[in-house]
């Protein structure tokens, strides 16, 4: 966990804008820790709303963007709105992902374009 709260530390001092408009786009979803394996997860963004999905014909799950100082967060809408996983952008041009339940962080992941 130290390997993931350090790079998390480092992409919130980046040059690069974790903003919301560079998230635009469908990107796959790698879990580095935490519980669930995601082989099939991807996230599709468009115009400050997305979805969570599970395979191309699985279960979606909706959320809203939000521009937060240093990251961007995704508020997960409806029932799973004690979900709310933060984004940051690392150098290479993929996102560090810091996932929350009630507020309690669970997993940490990585999404790169799909």
Do not use: H
């Not at 809408?77 to 041009?93: T, W």
């Amino acid at each position: 966990m130290k390997e993931y709260e350090d790079r998390w530390e480092r992409a919130g001092r980046s040059e690069l804008s974790s903003v919301v408009k560079n998230l635009e786009g469908d990107w796959k979803v790698e879990r580095l820790s935490g519980p669930l394996p995601m082989p099939f997860v991807w996230k599709r963004i468009r115009s400050g709303r997305g979805t969570t999905r599970v395979s191309s014909f699985g279960p979606r799950f909706p959320f809203r963007l939000e521009q937060r100082e240093g990251y961007v967060a995704l508020i997960y809408l409806k029932s799973l709105s004690f979900l709310v996983d933060e984004l940051r952008l690392e150098a290479d041009g993929s996102w560090l992902g810091r996932a929350n339940a009630a507020g309690t962080q669970y997993a940490w992941f990585r999404m790169t374009p799909r």
